[in-house]
């Protein structure tokens, strides 16, 4: 910022306007709550810097020491989908919804700088328990199944066989 | 195929006047959705793909808006009806490079599409005349709503719904305003509407998205920030801006013609006379002449011409619309030549 102060109180400048009023071009500068009051809306977030540019950057060069144990961020790996933090780094994408409790901690600060809360306030979506949205879901869960027993993959066997379950055990609600 | 049907060829949504049609052109609502229990489209196996193209392409099918849609399956598409559906905004790029078990419904109106496969499972897109976010958000939140009685969406009460890539979190919902803003450029106030703009959550854009050129003075504005505020939020916050726009470019336009009518005029005329005797127009000189000739009907200057047939000839100018209209491949010459053509007729007295 250029130090300039706010045309209505004393606090520091942050949005810069030209308006023109009575034929003159004026440049209005006013702080984010003065901005607010006359409808140029907040709160403001800093949102120069383009968003793939941002993820791409995001956490680059911040290697974690890995603590014993624990995997580091660049290989951390989403336990349902295998993608990894580096791969969502480098892509832009996550590999499935599980990521974003997989990736929680490290995906906080983006988020932080790229939207305006932690919570979602909008709509609610209520899922439906009709066939068509069941079926396709308890399919590829079985499918999974078969893959990862014949894959010897009994973990991940395991889990999937109670998904399955509890889905069917949904669909007969 | 309904591609090549007359009436989906023609813009005729677009060159109904909306709601300050002056200065917006157009107003786009869209929203991501991913389907509960899939890994999302680019980290899904053929198979997974499959699957959730035929679930969730049998969803669309039930919705009252799309019900008598045409469903384009993109691998069975040319190269031309790709950049075709590109143009329109109704697929994204990464459609036009990846059309493996990807699709899009079209509604028969052009307002309305479903996107199947695509960086998320589902983006409903709405698209209206003008500044009209308010009623293109009902309509997308009516069909969001026919398809979630048919599909569980991924969501979760902290996040909301669950996208592809976290710029989209929260509502999944990206709005965006296509406006004409010559008078904002020509007094050099349009970077600081720009800075401005981008300090209030929202961003500005060229006019075909994400790393387009800034052409015949066309920006889009639209919403960054998806996640901490509600729907109606973004809705009104976006509408909000655009108006403040509007009354800055009008503004900008008063003080041009107060201080340089006849600069203006001559830029004007010279632009329409090109644009209605040229033999050759190539696209971006296209937009260059649109330009002025479209300040100079707002300002009152111009009788000849009404906004609707400029807004028509924004779209329908570009390569693969004019293609489609000559229904056939053409080169770049030939294509430059037709162009010059399709806008005398399009401004010949009668047509306007």
């Given amino acids: ?173 | 195929m309904i591609m090549d049907d007359p009436e989906f060829l023609s813009c005729g949504w677009l060159s109904n006047p909306g709601p300050n049609h002056e200065i917006v052109l157009s107003t786009r609502v869209r929203i991501a959705r991913n389907v509960k229990g899939f890994p999302f489209s680019h980290w899904a196996s053929t198979g997974e793909l499959a699957r959730l193209v035929s679930s969730c392409s049998a969803a669309v099918r039930k919705t009252s808006l799309l019900r008598d849609s045409e469903e384009i399956h993109l691998e069975e598409v040319n190269d031309l009806d790709l950049s075709f559906l590109r143009e329109r905004h109704q697929i994204s790029s990464e459609m036009v490079h990846s059309q493996n078990q990807r699709s899009v419904f079209v509604s028969n109106d052009q307002r309305v599409a479903a996107m199947v496969a695509e960086e998320d499972h589902l983006r409903l897109q709405v698209l209206q005349p003008g500044l009209d976010l308010k009623s293109a958000w009902g309509i997308c939140n009516t069909l969001d709503d026919e398809i979630s009685k048919h599909l569980s969406f991924a969501y979760c009460e902290r996040l909301g719904y669950l996208t592809a890539c976290p710029t989209n979190v929260g509502t999944g919902l990206r709005c965006s305003v296509m406006v004409h803003l010559p008078a904002l450029v020509m007094t050099r106030q349009i970077q600081k509407m720009i800075n401005a703009v981008s300090q209030l959550g929202m961003t500005v854009r060229g006019p075909s998205g994400e790393g387009s050129e800034i052409k015949g003075n066309l920006f889009q504005i639209s919403n960054q920030v998806t996640l901490g505020v509600t729907e109606d939020e973004i809705i009104e916050r976006l509408s909000n801006l655009t108006e403040q726009v509007i009354e800055m470019e009008a503004k900008a336009i008063s003080q041009l013609m107060d201080e340089a009518e006849e600069d203006i005029e001559d830029r004007v005329f010279r632009a329409y006379s090109i644009l209605t005797s040229a033999r050759k127009l190539n696209s971006k000189e296209t937009l260059e002449l649109l330009s002025p000739v479209r300040l100079g009907i707002r300002a009152g200057l111009l009788k000849e011409a009404s906004l609707n047939a400029i807004n028509e000839v924004f779209l329908c100018s570009r390569p693969a619309h004019l293609q489609k209209k000559a229904g056939r491949e053409m080169g770049e010459r030939e294509r430059d030549i037709f162009r010059a053509q399709f806008i005398r007729d399009r401004f010949k007295p009668s047509a306007c």
């Fill in chain 1, 1 to 173: 910022m250029n130090g300039k102060k706010c045309g209505t109180c004393t606090k520091p400048a942050k949005i810069h306007v030209t308006q023109i009023q009575d034929g003159q071009v004026m440049d209005v500068s006013l702080c984010p709550e003065c901005a607010q009051k006359y409808g140029f809306m907040a709160p403001i977030t800093e949102m120069s810097v383009p968003l793939n540019e941002i993820i791409s950057g995001f956490n680059a060069g911040e290697e974690a020491a890995p603590v014993s144990g624990l995997p580091s961020t660049e290989t951390k790996t989403c336990p349902a989908c295998s993608q990894t933090f580096r791969g969502f780094r480098d892509s832009g994408r996550l590999g499935c919804p599980a990521c974003y409790d997989a990736f929680e901690p490290e995906l906080e600060p983006l988020l932080r700088k790229v939207q305006m809360g932690m919570v979602h306030h909008g709509k609610t979506h209520v899922p439906q328990k009709d066939e068509t949205s069941l079926i396709p879901m308890i399919q590829q869960k079985k499918e999974d199944l078969r893959q990862a027993v014949a894959e010897e993959n009994f973990e991940v066997a395991a889990r999937l066989r109670d998904e399955v379950r509890n889905l069917e055990k949904e669909l007969n609600q």
